[in-house]
């Protein structure tokens, strides 16, 4: 029997999550509730808006049961504000916004610009093959600083990361559910089935 693999369905880009794991064979189970979250193996963070999700996983009382599952190895992918939730620290976050400290990085949120900065580039990405990724950054984060057991997936021109994996968990700045590419998605399964 596959996994179950969950989508935070709180805010932000779950229809596509859902849509890249229906392609892979699978059926995403969406997380709002803490019972919800008891079904799933693993957990998919989206993209959307990092305090206003901070916010709504206290107000549905989530914040606490999904701190001690990924405490305890739960795997997880976070991409743009799910890599902010995921985080250790956030450089510019709102005094009340909530981390996970689930992979030691720090991250710096819009660090490319407001949202007419968006802007799409393709990566090398060596843990998923040899052919580039497109990658789309929307307000994007970007990481400052990454801890010993962090593993660098791929920068961007400058050199900062932009991906990241730690254990079970892996953060992209860029939203791969954007783009028709599903190797971020297969990478996460790999390292759940594992």
Do not use: W, Y
């Not at 794991?21 to 803490?34: D, H, Y």
């Not at 993209?47 to 709504?56: F, N, P, Q, V």
């Not at 994007?140 to 920068?155: D, F, H, I, S």
């Amino acid at each position: 029997m596959p996994p179950a693999i969950g989508i935070l369905a709180l805010q932000g880009a779950v229809d596509l999550h859902a849509i890249a794991l229906s392609r892979l064979g699978l059926e995403a189970v969406l997380v709002r509730t803490p019972a919800q979250l008891d079904t799933v193996d693993a957990l998919i963070l989206p993209g959307g808006e990092s305090s206003a999700m901070s916010k709504l996983l206290v107000i549905n009382g989530l914040l606490e049961p999904l701190r001690a599952r990924l405490h305890v190895g739960m795997p997880a992918l976070g991409t743009c504000a799910g890599m902010i939730l995921l985080a250790t620290g956030v450089l510019d976050g709102r005094p009340d916004q909530q981390s996970f400290s689930a992979i030691d990085i720090d991250v710096r949120r819009n660090a490319f610009g407001r949202q007419n900065d968006s802007f799409e580039t393709d990566l090398e990405l060596a843990a998923i093959g040899e052919a580039p990724i497109h990658a789309v950054f929307i307000r994007a984060p970007v990481v400052e600083r990454t801890g010993p057991e962090v593993e660098v997936l791929a920068t961007i021109d400058d050199g900062r990361p932009v991906a990241c994996r730690q254990g079970g968990v892996i953060v992209t700045s860029f939203h791969p559910e954007l783009a028709d590419d599903l190797r971020v998605h297969q990478l996460f399964l790999a390292g759940v089935a594992a």
